[in-house]
Nanobody, 120 residues
Framework: QVQLVESGGGLVQAGGSLRLSCAASGSIFSINSMGWYRQAPGKQRELVAT???????NYADSVKGRFTISRDNAKNTVYLQMNSLKPEDTAVYYC??????????????WGQGTQVTVSS
């Protein structure tokens, strides 16, 4: 059993910053990619940023230059530093991890989501 536990969401004014964390625990052989997605009311879930085990990153155009994804492999944790937040960043943010649970099985896991609200 694997769990992803997110923290760090909240309410912030436009221009402010928040840092999200997501820790993976349980039966983990290794972790491949980790990432953050978000879903605003009435919209589809969209990719925000991903990071591979080697540290290669990918960002949505809408967050480039404002958000930074990082990970601590020793702690099985991924972070999302969000700066210069805008009201349009308001959404539920979900952590996702692609985890190898043994030598032959890889599964995708999602966190429960954390609300980020940016007021204008």
């Amino acid at each position: 059993q694997v769990q992803l536990v997110e923290s760090g969401g909240g309410l912030v004014q436009a221009g402010g910053s928040l840092r999200l964390s997501c820790a993976a625990s349980g039966s983990i052989f290794s972790i491949n990619s980790m990432g953050w997605y978000r879903q605003a009311p009435g919209k589809q879930r969209e990719l925000v940023a991903t990071i591979t085990s080697g540290g290669s990153t990918n960002y949505a155009d809408s967050v480039k230059g404002r958000f930074t994804i990082s990970r601590d492999n020793a702690k099985n944790t991924v972070y999302l530093q969000m700066n210069s937040l805008k009201p349009e960043d308001t959404a539920v943010y979900y952590c996702k991890a692609i985890i190898r649970v043994n030598t032959i099985t890889t599964r995708h896991y999602w966190g429960q989501g954390t609300q980020v609200t940016v007021s204008s």
